[in-house]
């Protein structure tokens, strides 16, 4: 993902407007939803396994421990 992960982001830019966090928020629920949906549990939900893509949508990764 070219847009970097949320740690990055946070370290760079220590603030985030109400709308920017919303929106990362959003993104957040959408993707727990997914996973969801299809029955797959996450289990390691942190800054560093959200990453951005070029668009600026959030992406959840490392799925290494994730159990379906």
């Known amino acids: ?4 992960d949320l740690r990055y ?5 220590r603030k985030f407007t ?3 966090t919303k929106f990362f928020v959003a993104c957040m629920i959408m993707c727990l939803e997914y996973l969801h949906k299809n029955c797959i549990l996450h289990r390691d939900i942190k800054p ?6 070029s ?3 959030m ?3 490392d799925l290494g421990i994730a159990r379906v």
């Open 1 to 4: 993902m070219q847009g970097g």
């Open 9 to 13: 982001h946070i370290g760079k830019y």
């Open 18 to 20: 109400e709308e920017q």
């Open 48 to 53: 560093e396994n959200l990453v951005f893509d």
């Open 55 to 57: 668009e600026g949508y």
């Open 59 to 61: 992406r959840i990764t």
